[in-house]
């Protein structure tokens, strides 16, 4: 029987370090220089971030103008073809073959804490 592993638990002091907020996405664009990136231009409510995401095998960027999402919003910048990316948006994958990005069933404010 082959060994599987086990995700290391961690304690709610390790989850409380992440500050998952709603953010809009205000403007989506694909980067030439990649098949895998899209530009994302985010609102949090009280600031605007840029954030790369590795969705375009799954989205077009049109389609994702004005939705709600997810982020992680106090992730370390990394800097991905010249440009800083300054969270991460959440999402679902299922085999590599689907993806969702995490979405809201109800309206709340850009900003919003999730917990």
Partial sequence: MPETSVPELVD???FEKLQLKIAKILAAESLEKSNKLI???VSTGDKT???LSGIRKYYKPEELIGKKVVIIDNLKPAKMLGIDSQGM???AAENGEKLSLLVLDKDLA???SIS
């Fill in 12 to 14: 709610i002091a390790d």
């Fill in 110 to 112: 850009e900003g919003s």
């Fill in 49 to 51: 971030k840029t954030i």
């Fill in 89 to 91: 948006v959440l999402a």
């Fill in 39 to 41: 530009k994302l231009t």
